[in-house]
């Protein structure tokens, strides 16, 4: 079982230490990117109100029920993830690219039939498809020089005085097995010291860490809605998400020590890769109380993942000055759990100018202390560090859409709060979009691009009086979305 740290010191991403079924697997599974259809990501989401798009069976499953006719859209977009880190006066940058499918699907509109025109409902839909939720291809590389502490200082206290048998078989056992951390001969009871007590203490190490990521949170979604006499419209969606999560990362230190060194160095290499599927509820309704304005709601029902797989696998080598070079691995870790992501709730309003175009604007919260990890029994650890550090968020978006013949532009702006409650982190992202459409009866293509950043700080390890100094890590994402639809009959 890995080791349930302060989110003070794990906050967000990786750290030195992979921590697995705690709180950062809920974090990065509960939030989601600005992905969707061209038209969707062009007015940076705020499209509660709108409808008419295949985005709206994801966001606000209401919008469904504004379609006049039926249609089919396919959504490739190119994803520019990139970081760049400051550690102790050292500044690196890093980046990855993927293409991958933003959504596809269809939506189906039946009008009722002559002989109901009593009814209120003028019309029903029904669609399904794949909306892409979330992007994790990203690469991060840090580096600097540590003339405080070292891992393996954390390590000394990760074991304690236990039984080189007990050891993590996943960190400290592979420290243990290579002569980085060993005991003191004669010690009454196990007393570790770390090999740079060998040559009479830590005097620096220059630190690298390499983080890649990969994979996608995707969601299969099957929805209904209607009109009701072109005032009301309905909607609800169920959706059915699955996550892909590989992550590889590289840790290394560099004895600064000279001339009288002992250790030289030493790596330590960890592998994670996540699989698992869920589901959830969405429901949302739009009115138009007046011909110029559109108003929204929509509720997100927590979405409930169910034995998610970790498959986790760590090794460490460590080479000396004497020649001398060791290697261990560790065995392959399989472990199931549950999560249970934060509900969410979306108020959205437009503004329409005729036929001219219109300005939107949703405000979405959420709160993160809602999610939690189970069976709660197992996790109960990881479940308070989410209730005494996560807290609500509140998402801000506005966007605008302006027509001349058949031809749309489009531009938008998002701020995401931050998930942490005040004075652990930032982790605030903000976000400006621009597009294009046109529109025919029968096709309609539309182009994005979105521009999304953040800061958050970035530990590298860290336990008690054993702390780095944070990384101060900037991230920058580029999507670009082409969208192409067919309507139809």
């Known amino acids: 079982m890995k080791k349930i740290v302060s989110l003070l010191l794990i906050l967000y991403l990786l750290t030195g230490m992979v921590v697995a079924q705690n709180e950062e697997d809920v974090l990065r599974y509960s939030n989601t990117h600005l992905l969707g259809t061209a038209r969707y990501m062009g007015l940076s989401g705020a499209y509660g109100a709108i409808g008419a798009d295949f985005s709206s069976l994801s966001s606000n499953p209401a919008g469904i029920g504004l379609y006049r006719r039926s249609d089919f859209s396919i959504t490739p977009v190119m994803h520019f993830g990139s970081t760049t880190s400051s550690y102790n006066g050292e500044m690196h940058d890093d980046s990855r690219s993927s293409f991958a499918l933003g959504n596809a699907g269809f939506v189906l509109n039946f009008e009722t039939k002559k002989n109901l025109s009593q009814s209120p409902v003028k019309s029903v839909q029904f669609g399904t498809g794949i909306n892409r939720l979330k992007d994790f291809n990203n690469r991060i590389y840090i580096q600097g020089v540590n ?5 393996l200082d954390a390590y000394l206290v990760y074991a304690g005085n ?24 004669g010690a009454p009871q196990p007393t570790y010291v770390n ?4 040559i009479g203490g830590f005097n620096g190490a220059l630190q690298r860490k390499s983080v890649e990521t990969r994979g996608s949170i995707n969601e299969w979604v099957l929805s209904g809605g209607m009109n009701l006499n072109d005032k009301l419209y309905f909607g609800i969606t169920f959706g059915f998400p ?17 001339p009288l ?34 108003v ?13 797989r970790d498959n986790w696998r760590t090794s ?70 989410i209730r005494n550090n996560f807290g609500p968020s509140n998402t801000f978006r506005i966007g605008t859409e302006w027509r001349s013949g058949p031809y749309q532009f489009r531009g938008g702006y998002a701020n995401q709060g931050s998930p942490f409650k005040s004075g652990v982190n930032d982790g605030q992202t903000q976000s400006f979009s621009a597009g294009l459409g046109f529109r025919s009866d029968i096709y309609f293509i539309d182009a994005a691009l979105v521009y ?9 390890y860290g336990v008690q009086n054993v702390r780095p100094n944070p990384v101060d890590n900037k991230y920058e994402v580029l999507n670009f979305a082409l969208t192409v639809g067919y309507r139809f009959d």
Do not use: C
């Open 147 to 151: 003339e405080t502490n070292s891992l």
């Open 162 to 185: 236990m039984n080189p048998e007990f050891l993590n078989s996943f960190d400290t056992r592979l420290a243990f097995e290579t002569y980085l951390i060993d005991t003191i001969i």
């Open 195 to 198: 090999a740079y007590s060998y």
């Open 242 to 258: 699955w996550i892909r999560y590989f992550q590889e990362s590289v840790y290394s230190e560099v004895n600064q020590t000279a």
């Open 261 to 294: 060194k002992d250790l030289d160095q030493f790596n330590y290499v960890e592998d994670l890769e996540t699989f698992g599927n869920g589901f959830n509820i969405k429901t949302g309704i739009i009115a138009r109380p007046i011909g110029w304005l559109r």
């Open 296 to 308: 929204g709601f929509a509720y997100h029902s927590p979405t409930w993942y169910s034995d998610l």
């Open 316 to 385: 460490m080598n460590a080479y000396y000055t004497n020649g001398d070079y060791f290697s261990e691995d560790s065995p392959v870790g399989e472990f199931y759990y549950d999560i249970e992501t934060p509900w969410k709730i979306m108020a959205s309003a437009t503004i329409m100018f005729g036929n001219m175009g219109f300005i939107s604007a949703d405000y979405e919260y959420t709160d993160f202390s809602n999610s939690s990890l189970k069976p709660s029994f197992d996790y109960s650890a990881a479940n308070d560090v």
């Open 452 to 460: 999304s950043f953040g800061n958050m700080d970035y530990y590298l």
